[in-house]
């Protein structure tokens, strides 16, 4: 019963932004960690950023650092994933996903449930 459906990808040109949303629902929201992960064709699924379930603490991966900004709204129900200054390597299908948990991981076997997907394309 559990779902979670992202939204706000598309293709960008470089040095562009998106916003990325991700709506639960079937869990109690305020009590996961959120996470956003990525996979590009022929990689591995990477770690992009998490937060806490109060919002204090968040984690992102080097790569994304300065640009990207993880949020999320506990009375929407809603983990958002900023993303400013895109470049083509940024260029994956991201996905969200909660891990009951209180301490944030970059690992995602440790992430209980996961969405679907949205692509995110950036031209150079």
């Known amino acids: 019963q559990v779902q979670l459906v992202e939204s706000g990808g598309g293709l960008v040109q470089a040095g562009g932004s998106l916003r990325l949303s991700c709506a639960a629902s079937?869990?109690?929201?305020?009590?996961?960690?959120m996470g956003w992960f990525r996979q590009a064709p022929g990689k591995e699924r990477e770690f992009v950023a998490a937060i806490n379930r109060s919002g204090a603490n968040t984690l992102y991966t080097d790569p994304v650092k300065g640009r990207f900004t993880i949020s999320r709204d506990n009375a929407k129900n809603t983990v958002y994933l900023q993303m400013n200054g895109l470049k083509p390597e940024d260029t994956a299908v991201y996905y969200c996903a909660a891990d009951y948990a209180i301490v944030v991981v970059p690992i995602p076997g440790e992430y209980d449930h996961w969405g679907q997907g949205t692509q995110v394309s950036v031209s150079s």
């Open positions: 079937g869990l109690t929201f305020s009590r996961y960690v």
